[in-house]
């Protein structure tokens, strides 16, 4: 199909949400609902990628694999997270799909939540049983990534569900660097206020304070003394 993203035809009618058609291939045979493409995707992969959440009910309601990964380990529930896709991450998940699947890189869902300030959807991967301390290729946890962000709402959320703030990336960096380094503020002053520590150094022999900017390591450096 010319212009298409999959050389399967059902994979394709998921991701541009004709269900007609889609519901058609499969009435004629019923194998092709879990039938993988050249990157290992199903329709189910598509649909999520696409946000069409009639045909990942349909899909799911035929009982198709919910946790399969494509090539470079992405399963649907870490494509709808990355997506947005409130609505099918939970209905993902009301079907059993694995909370904590790593992919290529070793992000979960969400990691990907985190860092995209899907705030929802971080709440029912949390909420379900996520493991907000997960750790990637280099040894980044969610936290990390939203304090990267400044995502101030959702690193509030990970710490009500027990982020640790002191896990050290492969540089050493902990949460507090990043939100230092990226002159996050207010995010700052949140991991502080939740137990960060201002005293620990990473592979350059630097601690958070030493690499804000301007005012903001005296000021955490007040908020901790008091």
């Known amino acids: 199909m010319a212009g298409s993203v999959s050389n399967v035809d059902i994979c394709n009618h998921a991701y541009e949400g ?38 990942v ?74 493991d907000p301390n997960a750790t990637d290729k280099l040894h980044s946890t969610p936290l990390h990534r939203a304090s990267s962000k400044g995502n101030c709402r959702l690193i509030t959320l990970l710490l009500e569900h027990s982020a640790s703030t002191n896990i050290q990336d492969i540089e050493g960096n902990t949460p507090l660097h990043l939100a ?21 150094e990473n592979k350059e022999e630097k601690t958070p304070v030493q690499m804000a900017r301007g005012g903001v390591g005296a000021m955490l450096q007040r908020l901790v003394e008091g």
């Open 18 to 55: 004709h269900m007609d058609k889609l519901r058609q291939c499969i009435i004629t045979d019923k194998t092709l609902a879990c039938k993988t493409d050249q990157g290992q995707r199903t329709a189910l992969h598509w649909a999520c990628s696409a946000g069409h959440n009639d045909i």
């Open 57 to 130: 009910q349909y899909l799911l309601d035929l009982g198709v694999e919910v946790n399969l990964p494509d090539d470079a380990s992405w399963t649907p529930l870490h494509i709808a997270a990355s997506a947005g896709r409130d609505d099918i991450v939970k209905a993902l998940i009301s079907k059993g799909a694995q909370l904590n699947p790593v992919n290529q890189n070793g992000c979960t869902p969400l990691h990907y939540a985190s860092s995209k300030d899907r705030y929802e959807i971080a709440l029912a991967l949390l909420e379900n049983g996520a």
């Open 180 to 200: 230092c380094d990226e002159e996050r503020v207010e995010a700052a002053k949140l991991l502080v206020g939740h137990g960060a520590s201002i005293y620990i």
